[in-house]
């Protein structure tokens, strides 16, 4: 066993380390960020479709944010994702001339088709997770909250989300 000190707390052995909290609590505020996202959208996609206005969405990876607006202003909507989570990419990539970091752009027509719009967000260790919206039903793609990307190779490791990006190619 472990010593216990004169509080009754066991000292040496047992308990929860420090890394393995702080990893829980990235994986959280990765699930949170992409949940507020996969909200956001939702929302937004929602607008267009209930209302019968055009909104646009933009995406800003600059200042880690997104912000959708309707034609007539009367919608507006902010979402700032945390420091500890980046906006790192948006898909489908620009055009090769243009900056990667540049705000993004999509119009939600009502009665039109969703365009495709990939969101992939990161960490500091290096985490990272992909939100998508499928052109064909407008449903947006975060499964069950594990999809990550192998930050060394890239790829997705969630086969679910594996078989899911193979369907969509």
Request: aromatic share 4%; glycine share 10%; proline share 7%.
């Amino acid at each position: 066993g472990g010593v216990v000190d004169r509080h009754g707390a066991d000292r040496a052995g047992g308990g929860l380390s420090y890394p393995s909290v702080t990893s829980g609590l990235d994986a959280v505020r990765m699930r949170s960020a992409s949940d507020s996202i996969v909200s956001f959208l939702n929302t937004a996609l929602d607008r267009a479709e209930r209302r019968q206005q055009v909104v646009e969405i933009v995406i800003s990876p600059v200042e880690n944010l997104l912000f959708a607006k309707s034609a007539d202003r009367g919608f507006t909507r902010r979402l700032e994702l945390p420091t500890s989570i980046r906006i790192l990419s948006v898909q489908p990539a620009p055009v090769a001339d243009s900056d990667q970091r540049e705000p993004r752009r999509f119009l939600l027509y009502p009665g039109g088709s969703t365009p495709r719009i990939g969101i992939e967000i990161g960490n500091a260790q290096g985490r990272k997770r992909l939100v998508t919206v499928d052109p064909i039903t407008g449903v947006l793609d975060n499964p069950d909250g594990t999809a990550m990307l192998d930050p060394v190779t890239g790829k997705l490791t969630n086969p679910a989300l594996v078989e899911s990006a193979k369907g969509s190619a």
